[in-house]
């Protein structure tokens, strides 16, 4: 237990830096939240749902707290509670229902932030995002296969 109290305690450390630098690196701000993000996927595994999801309610308060940016916690908050979603989509084996799922989950958040942030990028915003999505689930996906080879996880 104490095991995973620590692994999920540096992830979730990991993830608030990582979001934290998006103050420093403002050119590079999405893939720094995709990356803060990343991590969530690796605690549900070698941990469990429960860590998991203590670990991204963790990372999202801190970041709430210390990140001026709000639009980039919340977006941050959206992805890293999708890293953990992907797993329980993709144990139904069905690929299009996968994607069904996984993008309608995208336009649920998607339509969230747009709305409070930029409601006149709505419809656009969204639509642009698809490709962003479908891309940030694929990395997510080869990410986790190399971390669970290579990482021993």
Same mark, same amino acid.
């Given at each position: ?42 605690? /549900? ?40 979603? /992907? ?28 709305? &409070? ?12 995002? &698809? ?17 669970? /080879?290579?990482? /021993?996880?």
């Amino acid at each position: 237990m104490t095991k995973k109290i620590t692994f999920s305690g540096m992830c979730c450390a990991i993830s608030v830096v990582m979001v934290l630098l998006t103050n420093v690196f403002q050119f590079n701000t999405a893939f720094l939240l995709c990356i803060a993000a990343a991590v969530f996927p690796l605690v /549900k595994i070698k941990c469990g749902t429960s860590y998991a999801a203590a670990a991204v309610f963790a990372s999202c308060v801190l970041s709430f707290i210390l990140l001026a940016e709000k639009i980039y916690v919340l977006t941050f908050s959206l992805l890293a509670v999708y890293s953990i979603i /992907k797993g329980m989509i993709e144990k139904l084996d069905r690929v299009w229902l996968e994607w069904v799922l996984k993008l309608a989950v995208y336009f649920i958040g998607a339509a969230a932030v747009l709305k &409070i942030f930029m409601p006149g990028l709505l419809l656009w915003g969204i639509l642009a995002g &698809i490709i962003i999505f479908v891309i940030y689930d694929v990395a997510l996906s080869i990410f986790i296969t190399f971390a669970l /080879k290579k990482l /021993k996880l």
